[in-house]
């Protein structure tokens, strides 16, 4: 007869350090005694993620979003591209491992050598998936505002608003950015006494995998070649590609088989310990992804409009830790443009200069520090200026054509002081009528 299971005490969800140890025949008691506290805290993380997910329709909705965002890339010949640093880069790094494994077309970009010419890697028609639990790491802040404006943006964070997380802020308003909230249900030093990466990247690898999964299932659905399959079929070697091989020997052969590796299930289904059921081709409602919408090369007209900023959206970077322009750092910059995404990067320094987005991103990529007051920072770069006065603007109508304007650019690259800043104006003796402001190189942007 068989002997009932052992029933565990239930735990609360982060126990308190026992007055007297639990009975115990390890000689360690206290090393015990604490790797189960751990246990028991990252178990409580994943609950409060679950809770999470069954409970709030708006993260729902971005995970199914998420989902068909992957897949759609996956199906037009692209790929997920998983970038973090630190801990959450290592997450990144098995995520991207667990997706390839299941069919799911995936990369790991470093942020950091994405500066440096790793960048390539992300196509028009890929998805990025962003690791920060933070949501304002500085590497992958930096890299915002070079990803092509057709990547979906995916942020796995703490952060469960979409409008608060730095992340977002450029790709969100544009509907091309999506929160994959992350969560914990309390501070890792006050859980453990120890602020490292634990309870995290737990929730952050359990959303990965559930995030892969998910995908895998929506993309696998040919008969005979669902996710199982696909999955086996990417492993070869070692205790899976064994029991694979056994399984098509036996298939050959019309054999039964016993091996408990067989008895996997290809069928779909929702977890029987949750609460409710995921209707993922229909979570979605009425919030559609945005299409993809590639704009033909701006040929045979005037001053491309759709990149001219105008001055009344740019905003002005002001010192976070004073009052004083001096004391303004890179990173004051870099979290002003990316929290006023209108203004396409574009940041005034000071109310007669203004910062180029391709001059800040130049500057970030030679200093690592952007923690650098700018003055600093421009010493240590050689000097180069990153702010235009405005007595350097080129002053241009609003007729100029599109040639004549390429050639006045391209003429001025041999003298010492090429043109950078263009200011497209109605009356050009008129300062107050400028329609906007745009880079000499947008002149050559697709």
């Known amino acids: 007869m068989a002997s009932d299971p052992v029933t565990l005490p239930p735990w609360p969800l982060t126990p308190p350090d026992p007055s007297e140890p639990p009975p115990t025949t390890t000689k360690d008691v206290t090393s015990v005694v604490t ?28 995970l199914a979003r998420a989902v068909d965002l992957i897949t759609r890339s996956v199906r037009e010949a692209g790929k997920l591209v998983v970038c973090g640093v630190g801990k959450s880069g290592k997450i990144g790094r098995k995520i991207e491992a667990t997706m390839n494994s299941l ?6 970009l470093h942020p950091t050598e994405a500066l440096h010419g790793d960048l390539g890697l992300v196509r028009l028609n890929d998805t990025i998936l962003l690791i920060s639990f933070s949501g304002r790491s500085p590497e992958l802040l930096s890299l915002l505002p070079h990803l092509p404006a057709t990547v979906p943006v ?28 992350a969560p914990i249900h309390e501070n890792e030093e006050a859980s453990l006494g120890v602020s490292a990466p634990t309870s995290s990247t737990t929730v952050a ?16 659905t040919a008969p005979g070649r669902g996710p199982a399959e696909v999955f086996r079929s990417f492993h070869p070697g070692g205790a899976i590609g064994a029991a694979a091989a056994a399984a098509a020997a ?33 979570l979605n409602g009425n919030s559609s992804i945005p299409p993809f919408t590639l704009q033909p090369p701006p040929q045979h007209r005037r001053i491309p ?11 002005t970077a002001s010192a976070s830790a004073s009052n004083s322009p001096a004391d303004v750092r890179l990173l004051d910059i870099l979290l002003t443009a ?3 995404p209108d203004a396409k990067s574009w940041v005034f320094l000071s109310p ?24 600093d920072a421009v010493a240590k770069d050689s000097g180069r200026p990153l702010a235009v006065p405005r007595a350097n603007w080129f002053l241009v109508p609003e007729s100029t054509s599109l040639s004549e304007l390429r050639h006045l650019v391209s003429t001025s690259r041999v003298e010492t002081d090429p043109i950078s800043v263009i200011a497209v104006m109605k009356d050009v003796t008129c300062p107050a009528s400028c329609i906007g402001v745009m880079e000499a190189e947008d002149l050559w942007e697709p």
Not at 170 to 176: V, Y
């Open 35 to 62: 790797a189960i506290h751990v246990m028991s805290t990252e178990r409580a993380a994943l609950a409060h993620l679950e809770r999470l997910y069954q409970n709030d329709s708006r993260a729902q909705q971005d």
């Open 305 to 315: 409009s759709e990149v001219l900023v105008s001055l009344d959206q740019i905003p």
């Open 103 to 108: 069919g799911i077309y995936s990369a790991f």
């Open 154 to 181: 995916i942020a796995l964070t703490s952060h469960t608003d979409p409008s608060a997380c730095p992340l977002l802020s450029l790709h969100g308003p544009s509907g091309m950015g999506v929160l994959l909230p």
């Open 338 to 340: 990316i929290q006023h």
């Open 352 to 375: 007669s200069t203004i910062v180029p987005p391709r001059r800040i991103r130049a500057l970030l990529s030679r200093q690592k520090d952007v923690d650098l007051r700018v003055s």
């Open 250 to 282: 036996s298939a050959a052969g019309n054999t039964p088989l016993t091996t408990p590796s067989s008895c996997v299930s290809t069928i779909t289904f929702d977890s029987p310990s949750s609460s409710i059921s995921l209707p993922w081709e229909d």
């Open 205 to 220: 690898l359990c959303l990965g995998d559930a995030l892969a999964i998910a995908a895998a299932r929506k993309l696998h």
